[in-house]
């Protein structure tokens, strides 16, 4: 059975780094392709980038100067990196394999605030 | 960015009812291998996301019957006949096919 779990601090500080695992199991990373997804207070859903099977990236435009995701094959997980967050970095995070979106984390909620 | 617009915002169904939802989006979604890579998603209470539609109108393993994708180029319709108490919460509709992908604003499905 494939499962994604997050994992990262549920309270970060204005100005720094947000950093969030995807530890996977049941399936391969290098298949498919791994996503980060938010979900802002309210319904608003954002997709933030993915990692492919063959560990390229692609983000969102409006996110393209402050996010990286990374991958750590060997330990079958993957990495998000947004840095320089603010409040309306404030939201619930997910990770998801895709296509299709068959398999989410439970989500981790991060709270940006001083 | 391809803007997905859905309709309503809200519904209020009795049990047993249709519900029925509309996906409109900026720009087509066939991609160049033919495929239109629409999804549905419903978000119950404090879970994440479950794929309910998959490439417009494939229902996801285990999806009742009674939820039906249509559509095709830029105009989609997730139906929902016989709602059920758990069929409640906030839809969403999603294109994979454009980068950077993009969800429509939901729809949230409650029970009169």
């Known amino acids: 059975e494939v499962q994604l779990q997050e994992s990262g601090p549920g309270l970060v500080k204005p100005s720094q780094s947000l950093s969030l695992t995807c530890s996977v199991t049941g399936y391969s990373i290098t298949s498919n392709y791994w996503g980060w997804i938010r979900k802002f207070p309210g319904n608003k859903m954002e997709w933030m980038g993915y990692?492919?099977?063959?560990?390229?990236?692609s983000y969102n435009p409006s996110l393209k100067s402050r996010i990286s995701i990374t991958r750590d094959t060997s330990k079958n997980q993957f990495f998000l990196q947004l840095n320089s967050v603010t409040t309306e970095d404030t939201a619930t995070y997910y990770c998801?394999?895709?296509?299709?979106?068959?398999?989410w984390g439970q989500g981790v909620m991060v709270t940006v605030s001083s | 960015d391809v803007v997905l617009t859905q309709t309503p915002v809200s519904l209020s169904v009795t049990l047993g009812d249709q519900a029925s939802i509309s996906c409109r989006s900026s720009?087509?979604?066939?991609?160049?291998?033919?495929?239109?890579?629409l999804e549905w998603y419903l978000q119950k209470p404090g879970q994440s996301p479950q794929l309910l539609i998959y490439e417009v109108s494939n229902r996801f393993s285990g999806v009742p019957d009674r939820f039906i994708g249509s559509g095709s180029g830029t105009d989609f319709t997730l139906k929902i006949s016989r709602v059920e108490p758990e069929d409640l919460g906030v839809y969403y509709c999603?294109?994979?096919?454009?980068?950077?992908?993009?969800f429509g604003s939901g729809t949230k499905l409650e029970i009169k």
């Open positions: 720009q087509s979604l066939e991609y160049s291998d033919g495929y239109t890579y």
């Open positions: 998801a394999r895709f296509p299709p979106g068959a398999y």
């Open positions: 990692i492919s099977y063959s560990g390229s990236t």
């Open positions: 999603f294109q994979a096919t454009h980068d950077p992908l993009t």
